[in-house]
């Protein structure tokens, strides 16, 4: 028996198939994840209150520190063009560039950032406290409530079809980025008072062909169709529990996964299905690259082979 044959007997003996042996990661405690990103080598683990840790193509994890990093993150964002770990936590908003010697700098206000978003190489939109923070290479510019901004604190932001969509915690606002600025066009708005929102409170977007769902703080998700003037709800919400913040994503043909306080559900909104984890609370998802997905929870990181039922 060749050592191939002897290894995968053993494996299967101790209860674990060779591709679920691959995936084992090493010095990562019990966090209660935030957030999950991955580069095309690494996968960046935030705790909400354990700050980051950086796992390498080994499986091995180590804990990132610097001076300017809070240790209570809320949200991640990786861009591989210039190599730049962006985070948003309780103190503001921070970029780590992760090239030879790593250096993280601060940037924009020092309150809580709950939403990260690529705009392009170099630029990036943070939502929190303080409203939106646009970031290039000139510096930050803040449009919050001290600009005049409608709406209070930002926790979900996506682009689609020329348009920013900003959830906040008053409802789903739209309009041309420029427009995000003191001066600028009015925005489109749908709330639980105009009757196109289930809830006021929202936590995640996810542009998909000509829709874009939205992810509610606890009366599920909703879909509304893009490309028009008026954005209007083209289903009624589904009981997926109180979605969590960038808990919405793509898995391909019309299907999504949703990641709620009541469990991991995938499948179309009309029909969904809970996916078994070990932890019910589920915080993020991204795709491991070696296949399957990172799941993240209130008790760890697991790794599941498909978001199939």
Known sequence: MNRLRLLLLLLTLCGLSAPAQAHQLRGLPALNVAALATSTEELFVAGFDEGLFIVGPDGNARRFQDPALSPHINALSWSESTRTLWLGTARGLVGCE????????????????????????????????????????????????????????????????????VGTTNGLFWGAPEAFAPGGASLGRASLVSGNLPDDWV???????????????????????????????????????????????????????????????????????????????????????????????????????????
């Open 98 to 165: 992760l090239i030879r010697a790593a250096r993280c700098r601060r940037v924009g206000p020092t309150s809580a950032v709950h939403a990260l978003l690529q705009l392009d190489a170099g630029s990036l939109l943070g939502g929190g406290d303080a409203g939106l923070t646009f970031v290039d290479q000139r510096g930050a510019r803040v449009f919050g409530k001290k600009q005049s901004a409608p709406f209070r604190s930002v926790w979900a932001l996506a682009v689609a079809a020329g348009r920013l969509y």
């Open 203 to 309: 936590t995640a977007l996810l542009p998909q062909k000509d829709r874009l769902f939205v992810g509610t703080y606890n009366a599920g998700v909703v879909s509304f169709t893009l490309g028009t003037k008026q954005p209007s709800s083209e289903a009624s919400d589904v009981a997926l529990g109180y979605v969590n913040p960038a808990g919405l994503s793509a898995l391909g043909d019309d299907r999504l996964a949703v990641a709620s306080m009541d469990g991991l559900h995938t499948g179309t909104l009309s029909a969904t299905v809970r996916v078994a984890t070990r932890g019910r609370d589920i915080t993020a998802i991204v795709p491991a690259k070696a296949g399957g997905y990172w799941v993240g929870t209130r008790q760890g990181v697991e790794w599941l082979a498909t978001l199939a039922p």
